[in-house]
């Protein structure tokens, strides 16, 4: 080929490579702008449950607070309509979580700006007056539709309403129960629990006459058979509920009963849960939900702000464990996300088996981020 025919190629692959990106983006550029003419309006709900304080990123669990905060952030960049929500059970379940009864876990919900959170049955694991001290911490309302404390009023909010884009959206909370049988008798002495398809259904009929425009339930209740109560039943006997998003069973949902959409997202942050809605004025016209998974999230980086809250805690707490063992002939390690038994003993300039014997680990392969690991000392 000659040199001459050579740039002709050259130039022809230039424009074709030029038409084909504008064609790439073209779809998005007049659905945006169909949309903004039609008047139709997106909000994205974010949801997690059952998280039990697992922080750290762990190899065959969660992504991890930090990961999947990065995923939040970008979210939150493309829609600010956005709305983040957790089901319950997030404070207890981990060595950092249980450290500080449950404060490092609001300490980071309230960085990675959670809106709203459900009292899930293990909020009951350190008392109830650190739960509502635990209310006090959060920069979110805990929220709760069915329980009555001892002078038969709720300790908590059972709804609130949010206006996104001029969209009132009203979302409450139930629980299970079942928390009456599944905590110390002494952590929910004088509380009494309601039918929470009773309480659900005043509620609903509650945000109705509030004139919103698209109604969540955070139902810490499961869709298992095992429960009296599950959030199929809500969505089965209460109309009127838009979204239901569950947790306590720790199950990944995604399905509809009536006009009721039920979505879970597993546990531990394994997955974000994402709902996107779509409205036209008022009205909604869309619903649709989706997992954003642990593996999708394997390449993200680290969001730093939530990485070095958690590296805070963890030295925090190191302190903490030292102080209370002070005397004792032994040190701690908190095993971090990549951690294995050899690298940690060459720390202390001991051998991995016999840090392993020292801490009756059988396998060592088998060490999770947060587990504690105690040093002896010689
Ligand atoms: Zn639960």
């Known amino acids: ?10 130039l022809i692959l230039c424009a074709v490579f030029t038409v084909c990106i504008f064609l790439f983006f073209l779809e998005d550029i007049i659905l945006a702008q169909a949309n903004q003419i039609k008047g139709i309006k997106k909000i ?14 762990e190899k065959d669990s969660g992504m991890g607070f930090s990961k999947m905060n990065t995923k939040i952030k970008e979210i939150r960049k493309k829609n600010p309509n956005t709305i983040l929500l957790d089901v319950g059970d997030a404070i207890q379940g981990s060595e950092i979580a249980t450290n500080s009864k449950g404060e490092s876990i609001i300490k980071l919900m309230n960085a990675m700006k959670y809106d709203g959170m459900a009292v899930g049955n293990h909020e009951f694991d350190y008392g109830y007056k650190r739960l509502l001290e635990i209310r006090d911490m959060a920069n979110f309302p805990l929220m709760t539709g069915n329980i009555l404390n001892e002078n038969g009023k709720n300790d908590f909010k059972p709804y609130i309403i ?18 009456q049988y599944a905590t110390s008798p002494k952590n929910i002495k004088g509380i009494s629990f309601l039918n929470p398809l009773i309480a659900s259904n005043e509620l ?3 945000l109705k006459e509030k004139d919103v425009d698209l109604i969540i339930g955070l139902t810490h209740l499961g869709a298992s058979k095992k429960g009296k109560y599950s959030s199929i039943d809500i969505a089965k006997n209460i109309e009127g509920i838009d979204i239901i998003v569950d947790g306590h069973s720790h199950k990944e949902m995604n399905m509809k009963v009536e006009d009721t959409l039920i979505v879970q997202s597993g546990k531990y942050t394994e997955n974000l849960g994402i709902i996107d809605i779509k409205f036209l004025g008022n009205k909604i016209i869309s619903k649709k939900a989706s997992l954003f998974t642990k593996k999708e999230g394997d390449k993200l980086k680290e969001d730093r702000e939530i990485k070095a809250l958690i590296n805070e805690i963890i030295e925090e707490n190191k302190s903490k464990t030292k102080e209370t063992i002070g005397k004792s002939k032994k040190k701690t390690y908190i095993v971090k996300s990549g951690d294995v038994l050899f690298r940690i003993g060459k720390k202390y300039g001991i051998g991995w088996m016999e840090l392993a014997e020292f801490n009756k680990i059988k396998n060592p392969n088998k060490i999770y981020p947060g587990d504690i690991i105690n040093i002896p000392i010689k």
Request: glycine share 6%; hydrophobic share 40%; net charge positive.
């Open 204 to 206: 609903v009929k509650e």
């Open 44 to 57: 994205t709900i974010l949801h997690t449950n059952d998280m039990h304080g697992r922080v750290l990123e």
């Open 1 to 10: 080929m000659s040199f001459k025919n050579k740039k002709i190629l050259k």
């Open 162 to 179: 949010k206006e996104v884009d001029g969209i009132k959206v009203g979302i409450f909370s139930v629980l299970t129960p079942d928390t």
